[in-house]
């Protein structure tokens, strides 16, 4: 099997699979509030998995790392909280046409529930941001700026420093979706000036479950907790209640303690790697893979058509054949390839298509794969030609 749907999930090193086993073997308790041995070892190792997610994404402090379930999960925290606090009728909220549902419902919620405007990006012809048309649509009405650091799409990586800056100017917050930047490349959220960045683990060798919201200690400090009940407290009486400090108040009930180590355990995988060797091989097989693609007659590559400003995700489509019917047809060569809408419905639109075939690379996929593939999208279009001629 070839694997090339790492956007959508990546396989997982036996160095991770063995963490989350040695803790349910060996270290299995609740943690935080027990006193005992086994349970601080338990909270020693979850409190661990922390400082590695902080020195990972160049974190100031530790408090500004709070576990969520992933991405999804953050940045609706993010609009239920900071947002539903913040944002009043006739403010503006800005995100661009290539987001990920994740990025684009929780705000339309917000927006509708409260009054505001929800505004749009657009993206320049190859698929990047379109930063003249932010700038354009930037004003002191603006609160929010959320856009996607890298596309699940496009293969684009945004200026996310450079919105930042805009943003600021005009006294909004920013927000990045790092799902599909965190496992890829060098993050550095104090250089980019992000107030929020969100990212899952399963998508950087890490389990199902975990992701961390990272916030700037002083806007989260400001900020009411998305949930409430056990752990997040310090005082409760019969009427009122007083929370944890940071980050524990963001944290109600007994967390995933076997994912956040594992995403522990993916940060050590990939640092002892190095982030950018990661990138650097990565870039290596686009730069391999992209012209390959496009050199197949009757293909149509979305976003950008030089592997210089193109991530590992290749979102494409081959004339005569359905997204669907080749990512079936691939698989039953045993080529695993995402087909649909990718969950960014409103880019599809935008582009004037209904679905892509979307290949996504990372660390542990070849350039023998690459050319396997391209060997069998070869005879899955001689098939197809001769079939329905």
Same mark, same amino acid.
């Given at each position: 099997?070839?694997?090339?749907?790492?956007?959508?999930?990546?396989?997982?090193?036996?160095?991770?699979?063995?963490?989350?086993?040695?803790?349910?073997?060996?270290?299995?308790?609740?943690?935080?509030?027990?006193?005992?041995?086994?349970?601080?070892?338990?909270?020693?190792?979850?409190?661990?998995?922390?400082?590695?997610?902080?020195?990972?994404?160049?974190?100031?402090?530790?408090?500004?790392?709070?576990?969520?379930?992933?991405?999804?999960?953050?940045?609706?925290?993010?609009?239920?909280?900071?947002?539903?606090?913040?944002?009043?009728?006739?403010?503006?909220?800005?995100?661009?046409?290539?987001?990920?549902?994740?990025?684009?419902?929780?705000?339309?919620?917000?927006?509708?529930?409260?009054?505001?405007?929800?505004?749009?990006?657009?993206?320049?012809?190859?698929?990047?941001?379109?930063?003249?048309?932010?700038?354009?649509?930037?004003?002191?009405?603006?609160?929010?700026?959320?856009?996607?650091?890298?596309?699940?799409?496009?293969?684009?990586?945004?200026?996310?420093?450079?919105?930042?800056?805009?943003?600021?100017?005009?006294?909004?917050?920013?927000?990045?979706?790092?799902?599909?930047?965190?496992?890829?490349?060098?993050?550095?959220?104090?250089?980019?000036?992000?107030?929020?960045?969100?990212?899952?683990?399963?998508?950087?060798?890490?389990?199902?479950?975990?992701?961390?919201?990272?916030?700037?200690?002083?806007?989260?400090?400001?900020?009411?907790?998305?949930?409430?009940?056990?752990?997040?407290?310090?005082?409760?009486?019969?009427?009122?209640?007083?929370?944890?400090?940071? %980050?524990?108040?963001? !944290?109600?009930?007994?967390?995933? /303690? =076997?994912?956040?180590?594992?995403?522990?355990? &993916?940060? #050590?995988?990939?640092?002892?790697?190095?982030?950018?060797?990661?990138?650097?091989?990565?870039?290596?097989?686009?730069?391999?893979?992209?012209?390959?693609?496009?050199?197949?007659?009757?293909?149509?590559?979305?976003? %950008?058509?030089?592997? !210089?400003?193109?991530?590992?995700? /290749? =979102?494409?489509?081959?004339?005569?054949?359905? &997204?669907? #019917?080749?990512?079936?047809?691939?698989?039953?060569?045993?080529?695993?390839?995402?087909?649909?809408?990718?969950?960014?419905?409103?880019?599809?639109?935008?582009?004037?298509?209904?679905?892509?075939?979307?290949?996504?690379?990372?660390?542990?996929?070849?350039?023998?794969?690459?050319?396997?593939?391209?060997?069998?999208?070869?005879?899955?279009?001689?098939?197809?030609?001769?079939?329905?001629?």
């Amino acid at each position: 099997m070839i694997y090339f749907d790492n956007a959508a999930t990546s396989q997982k090193p036996q160095f991770v699979i063995d963490s989350l086993v040695d803790y349910y073997q060996n270290d299995n308790a609740n943690v935080h509030r027990g006193i005992y041995e086994l349970s601080e070892r338990a909270t020693n190792a979850y409190e661990q998995a922390r400082d590695k997610v902080q020195n990972f994404i160049h974190a100031k402090k530790r408090e500004e790392v709070l576990f969520t379930r992933g991405t999804t999960e953050s940045l609706n925290w993010l609009a239920s909280t900071y947002g539903a606090e913040n944002i009043k009728q006739g403010d503006e909220i800005l995100i661009s046409y290539m987001e990920h549902h994740s990025n684009i419902v929780p705000w339309q919620q917000l927006a509708q529930r409260v009054g505001a405007n929800l505004k749009y990006i657009n993206l320049k012809a190859d698929g990047t941001l379109d930063l003249a048309d932010a700038e354009e649509k930037m004003s002191d009405r603006t609160k929010i700026v959320s856009v996607t650091h890298a596309s699940n799409v496009l293969g684009v990586v945004n200026p996310i420093k450079e919105l930042a800056q805009m943003a600021h100017q005009h006294g909004a917050i920013m927000i990045a979706d790092g799902a599909q930047s965190a496992p890829h490349m060098v993050i550095d959220v104090q250089d980019m000036n992000v107030d929020f960045f969100t990212f899952s683990g399963h998508k950087m060798l890490g389990p199902t479950g975990i992701g961390v919201l990272y916030g700037k200690y002083d806007v989260l400090n400001k900020m009411n907790p998305a949930q409430f009940g056990g752990e997040m407290i310090e005082l409760v009486d019969l009427h009122e209640a007083t929370f944890q400090p940071l %980050p524990w108040r963001f !944290e109600a009930g007994t967390p995933n /303690i =076997a994912g956040a180590i594992g995403l522990g355990a &993916a940060v #050590d995988y990939l640092t002892n790697i190095g982030m950018t060797e990661v990138e650097a091989y990565e870039q290596s097989l686009v730069s391999y893979a992209l012209p390959k693609i496009k050199k197949i007659p009757g293909v149509t590559v979305y976003g %950008p058509q030089d592997s !210089e400003h193109h991530s590992g995700v /290749i =979102a494409f489509n081959l004339d005569s054949v359905h &997204a669907h #019917d080749l990512a079936t047809a691939l698989d039953q060569e045993g080529i695993e390839v995402r087909a649909g809408h990718h969950c960014t419905q409103p880019l599809m639109r935008y582009l004037g298509i209904a679905a892509t075939v979307r290949v996504s690379l990372y660390i542990y996929n070849t350039r023998e794969e690459i050319d396997h593939f391209i060997d069998i999208i070869g005879k899955i279009k001689e098939y197809f030609n001769r079939e329905f001629a």
